[in-house]
Nanobody, 121 residues
Framework: HVQLVESGGGSVQAGGSLRLSCAVSGYTYCLGWFRQAPGKEREGVATINGDDTTNYADSVKGRFTISKDNAKNTLYLQMNSLKPEDTAMYYC??????????????????WGQGTQVTVSS
């Protein structure tokens, strides 16, 4: 059973940066960040596979970077040039299968509890 625990959320002004972390226990292959804004469906932000291949949502390309530290069993999301529309609850999730493209949330197996990111204009 894979367990995921996020941290690093907070409030920041537009143009600022935040780094999210997700502590991962257990074996998995694809790790990802998803987000859900109030009144909206959960959406994929970025994923990274065991071979370090990545996928990004078009809305975050060039601003967000997903990475992982295998020695620390930790997944990261570096978020730069934040916009008010990035405001959401951010979740990390995992799948034992390779993420070839940004996957629908329903295909992910285990989820963390979420961490709030708020970007003010």
């Amino acid at each position: 059973h894979v367990q995921l625990v996020e941290s690093g959320g907070g409030s920041v002004q537009a143009g600022g940066s935040l780094r999210l972390s997700c502590a991962v226990s257990g074996y998995t292959y694809c790790l990802g960040w998803f987000r859900q804004a109030p009144g909206k469906e959960r959406e994929g932000v970025a994923t990274i596979n065991g071979d370090d291949t990545t996928n990004y949502a078009d809305s975050v390309k060039g601003r967000f970077t997903i990475s992982k530290d295998n020695a620390k069993n930790t997944l990261y999301l570096q978020m730069n040039s934040l916009k008010p529309e990035d405001t959401a609850m951010y979740y990390c999730a995992e799948s034992p299968a390779r993420c070839i493209v940004l996957p629908p949330p329903r295909t992910m197996r285990h989820w963390g509890q979420g961490t709030q990111v708020t970007v003010s204009s």
